[in-house]
């Protein structure tokens, strides 16, 4: 996948320079971009910005202001290289929500790292959920991993949403994510009060979640407490009808009236006894089956898987 970096200068002195310098990278794009050129940057949206302020005539920071106006670049790192090295320029630059100010007598070899750390922070990033902040699958198997290679003995909780696509056909996916968002909230607040130490709280993606806890936690009124807040907090996100009659009314294909049950949520707790599992795929093999049972129950509950080694 190609990693596009715009660098807006009116020569193209430093794009060339840094395609030197990154030659044997090709998956990094350097393209040049003069300041009259700017709503190429709002269509095509690169992965970061690099701003050569002694190449260019117009303010510095008022070109930020104006990528930073638009919406959709609020989330692109930008970079100013520049031989100013005024303390005001340099505040001016930060205010305007500019992430990285370098001085050009720092060298290219300086500049080369900086690029290369802050696409590690980018590859990073992207396994963190944007909707909740929290850890993505990525994170979760290391995190898994991790605790299985120092043969402890750990519970996983693996949670979802029942009857949730019903709520998004009725309410829509906007409606949605403000439960998926109240659902991560109520986990981690329930996880870190409960929880004595070493827990962690993971998005795998859609209405999944998970929560690891130490051997010693106890998960039983950590499920509960998660169960309790949920059920409490989540009849806000429907229409007093709704949460009153207690289902949404959804027309199927062939026209008939369906009822649904109003979101709730299921639980399945793995007890990761030392050495019973020697890998994350068979715990998660057991947390989806431990799931599935949990889900033939009506309305929210935790279900603990008992088997032994």
């Known amino acids: 996948m190609f990693q596009e970096i715009y660098v807006i200068e009116e020569k193209e002195e430093l794009t060339k320079e840094l395609k030197e310098l990154f030659k044997n990278q090709g998956n990094l794009r350097f393209r040049k971009t003069s300041t009259s050129e700017l709503q190429l940057i709002f269509r095509n949206l690169p992965q970061l910005i690099i ?106 909780l693996y949670l979802d949403l029942d009857n949730f696509k019903a709520y998004n056909d009725v309410y829509g996916f906007l409606k949605g994510d403000e439960i998926i968002k109240f659902t991560a909230k109520t986990i981690l607040k329930n996880v870190s009060n409960t929880a004595k130490s070493d827990m962690f709280v993971g998005h795998i993606g859609g209405d999944d979640f ?21 059920d409490s907090g989540v009849k806000y996100f429907f229409t007093e009808e709704d949460a009153k009659r207690g289902y949404l009314k959804i027309k199927n294909r062939k026209g008939k009236m369906e009822h649904f049950p109003l979101t709730s949520i299921s639980i399945g707790v793995v007890i990761a006894e030392e050495n019973r599992f020697s890998n994350v795929l068979e715990i998660g093999e057991v947390g989806a089956q431990v799931k599935h049972v949990a889900k033939k129950y009506k309305g929210s509950c935790y279900v603990t898987d008992r088997r032994k080694h």
């Not at 989330?75 to 005024?86: F, G, M």
């Not at 051997?215 to 169960?227: L, M, P, Q, R």
């Open 51 to 156: 701003i050569n302020d002694d190449s260019i005539e117009e303010n510095t920071v008022e070109i930020c202001k104006k990528i930073r106006e638009n919406e959709d670049n609020n989330i692109i790192p930008i970079i100013v290289l520049a031989s100013n090295e005024d303390k005001q320029f340099k505040i001016d630059l930060a205010m305007n929500y500019v992430e990285y100010y370098i001085a050009k007598s720092m060298g290219t070899e300086y500049l080369y790292y900086r690029i290369r750390n802050i696409f590690r922070l980018l590859l990073v990033n992207r396994t963190i959920s944007p909707l909740t902040g929290l850890p993505g699958n990525g994170i979760i198997q290391t995190e898994l991993k991790k605790r299985l290679l120092r043969h402890e003995t750990f519970t996983v």
């Open 210 to 230: 998970v929560a690891v806890l130490s051997g010693d936690a106890e998960y039983s009124k950590i499920c509960e407490n998660i169960i309790a807040d949920f």
